[in-house]
């Protein structure tokens, strides 16, 4: 005889009773997972589950992504285990971003912070240009990274103050200052960070282009000074020195079309800090972190603290990539973008983890019959897509 199949199923709700639609609720166990949409009703059901504990999540507009709080279960003999999730309320802020003469601009990218969090924002859509934010969040700031116009000043910050429903801000118009960045050599630098400073302070960042070719958006005539954090060539073919270029133009009217900054120092010795999110927004302790460098393969760093927070010294040079290690009881639950290359700075870079996309397959062998003991890879993950090239390999004929 069959034993039953067991099942959870309920529907979600808002802290006023009323069902909610669309809602992502997912079903989380060791080896397992599930994900339903919420119908009109704001029902869901999951079939087919084994026996023990389950974590139910809720992913649902008005909310930043993994910051609902989790809810646990546990499927036991009957068949059928009923629960109602509550969906908490979101703070909603509606924006108003516009430039000097009053046209509106949509943010593309941008940072959210509040006391005790922070996470990214945008694009956000014409018809509905609004930050959701966790009830009783406090302390928000607002800082626009890039817009769907060039002839506005990024990136800009604006504090949003507590209980607002909408925020108006004027961003500032930008004039242009173009340039190149050269090496001590006078080769080209591509992927440098070119930054604008008045008083010391930042305003305007750009990155150079493969000819090494950068265009500053610099708020107000007034002139600025540049400066340069870059990388280049040593001699050796696969060898990078990490190089802090000073001030080398100073003054500099917007409106400049050939500005060039030429890398005059020696290699620094930098400080790689870093502090790992969960989803969540909580820290992520115990992630490794590698320092890749060709040819001479990784550096393992200690692994993330309590804070979630890991540094390493000494650097002389910029790795190619940093690689962040979740641990592997947690790799149901986290997965960490790929960071590229970091350069050693004063501040800490902030990392956040995702949910990972869980893909089952089925491996069949040429008769139809299951492979037991294959070894399967994946392949060319493409962005956000789920198009895969999978390997399966086993003993068996």
Not at 126 to 149: F, I, Q, T
């Amino acid at each position: 005889m069959l034993a039953p199949a067991r099942q959870i199923a309920g529907r979600v709700v808002g802290t006023d009773g009323v069902p909610r639609q669309h809602v992502e609720v997912q079903a989380f166990a060791a080896m397992d997972f599930h994900s339903a949409l919420t119908d009109t009703q704001g029902r869901f059901c999951f079939g087919g589950l084994g026996p023990g504990a389950w974590i139910l999540r809720m992913n649902a507009r008005g909310w930043m992504a993994g910051r609902i709080p989790p809810r646990s279960v546990t499927v036991e003999a009957k068949d059928v285990l009923d629960v109602t999730l509550v969906l908490p309320d979101a703070r909603r802020v509606l924006l108003d971003l516009v430039d000097g003469e009053e046209r509106r601009v949509e943010m593309e990218h941008g940072r959210v912070r509040w006391e005790g969090g922070w996470d990214t924002a945008g694009p956000l859509p014409a018809e509905d240009p609004s930050l959701y934010l966790p009830p009783g969040a406090r302390g928000v700031e607002l800082e626009v990274l890039e817009a769907s116009r060039e002839d506005v000043a990024l990136p800009a910050r604006f504090p949003i103050p507590d209980g607002v429903e909408t925020f108006a801000a004027q961003l500032a118009r930008a004039h242009p200052l173009r340039g190149r960045v050269q090496d001590p050599e006078g080769y080209v630098v591509s992927d440098a960070c070119v930054e604008a400073l008045r008083g010391g302070e930042v305003v305007a960042v750009a990155q150079t282009g493969e000819l090494g070719h950068f265009r500053l958006a610099v708020p107000g005539p007034e002139p600025v000074d540049l400066r340069c954090h870059g990388h280049s060539r040593t001699g050796e073919e696969e060898e990078d020195s990490y190089y802090e270029w000073a001030a080398q133009a100073t003054a500099v009217p917007p409106g400049s079309e050939d500005v060039i900054l030429r890398g005059v120092g020696v290699p620094q010795d930098g400080v790689l800090r870093l502090q790992v999110f969960a989803p969540d927004g909580m820290p992520a302790v115990g992630c490794i972190v590698e320092l890749v460098w060709a040819p001479s393969g990784p550096r393992n760093a200690p692994r993330t603290d309590a804070q979630g927070r890991v540094q390493i010294a000494e650097l002389a040079r910029r790795p190619r990539r940093v690689v962040v290690r979740v641990p592997a009881e947690r790799a149901l639950e986290w997965f960490a973008p790929d960071l590229g290359a970091l350069l050693p700075q004063e501040t800490e870079h902030l990392v956040r983890l995702v949910r990972p996309r869980l893909l089952r397959v089925a491996v069949l062998d040429a008769h139809g019959a299951s492979a037991p003991g294959a070894f399967l890879t994946a392949t060319d993950l493409v962005g956000d897509s789920t198009r895969w090239v999978a390997q399966a390999v086993t003993d068996q004929e």
